[in-house]
């Protein structure tokens, strides 16, 4: 029992990270930038050479420089809209514009 209860945990650590990677992709997507797996893998490794060259503080003016430098962008961002029908959007804090 378990050894099948962990199995079940690691297999729900495992559908977590794939929704994670999605979630990340498709933000980045909004944010106008590419959202392929290579796109997403190229922004972290960036963020943790920062983090290995002693950055404490990661700056707009840094990361813009980093998604040029990247060739991350695609086109513009897009405005994001929550629009709640029958309980409150969690994420609606978020949200460029929402609608309750």
């Avoid at 002693?54 to 990247?70: N, Y």
């Avoid at 994001?80 to 409150?88: D, G, M, R």
Wanted: proline share 3%; charged share 20%.
């Amino acid at each position: 029992a378990v050894c099948g209860l962990r199995s079940a945990v690691c297999g729900l650590r495992s559908a977590v990270c794939g929704l994670r990677s999605a979630v990340c992709g498709l933000r980045s997507a909004v944010c106008g930038l590419r959202n392929d797996s290579h796109a997403v893998e190229e922004g972290a490794n960036w963020v943790a050479q920062q983090v290995r060259n002693g950055h404490r503080t990661i700056t707009l003016d840094m990361v813009k420089a980093a998604v040029d430098a990247l060739v991350l962008r695609t086109g513009p961002a897009h405005a994001i809209l929550s629009i709640a029908t029958l309980k409150p959007d969690p994420l609606a804090d978020e949200a460029d514009h929402a609608i309750n």
